[in-house]
């Protein structure tokens, strides 16, 4: 089962650093670096709540989309490593923009 550890502090699927999403969606056309994917599925807490009961698996999420096409563990948008971390650089996260996969590694 796919763990996906998140640093994003202020997300609604994060719990003590687990991603509590149903599914989550790596994107990031052309990405050369970690810093050029994201998190889709990212959720700010103070708009969404908690939401870190919404897997369909009572656990945490096990669902790793990726549509980034450089990544070398993309594997028919599906990512092919069973743990990832998804991170961010801003303290106070606003946007999916401003998240990364830091598991990325370039083709």
Same mark, same amino acid.
């Given at each position: 089962?796919?763990?996906?550890?998140?640093?994003?502090?202020?997300?609604?699927?994060?719990?003590?650093?687990?991603?509590?999403?149903?599914?989550?969606?790596?994107?990031?056309? /052309?990405?050369?670096?970690?810093?050029?994917?994201?998190?889709?599925?990212?959720?700010?807490? &103070?708009?969404?709540?908690?939401?870190?009961?919404?897997?369909?698996?009572?656990?945490?999420?096990?669902?790793?989309?990726?549509?980034?096409?450089?990544?070398?563990?993309?594997?028919?948008?599906?990512?092919?490593?069973?743990?990832? &971390?998804?991170?961010? &650089?801003?303290?106070?996260?606003?946007?999916?923009?401003?998240?990364?996969?830091? &598991?990325?590694?370039? /083709?």
């Amino acid at each position: 089962m796919a763990r996906i550890g998140c640093n994003v502090l202020n997300c609604s699927h994060n719990d003590a650093g687990v991603c509590y999403a149903n599914r989550i969606s790596i994107t990031g056309k /052309k990405a050369h670096t970690s810093n050029h994917t994201c998190c889709s599925s990212f959720l700010d807490q &103070s708009t969404y709540s908690n939401l870190t009961s919404n897997t369909c698996t009572n656990g945490s999420c096990d669902y790793i989309g990726c549509n980034v096409k450089t990544c070398a563990y993309n594997a028919g948008n599906v990512c092919s490593l069973n743990n990832i &971390s998804v991170t961010s &650089s801003a303290d106070s996260t606003n946007l999916y923009s401003e998240t990364y996969c830091s &598991s990325f590694k370039c /083709k």
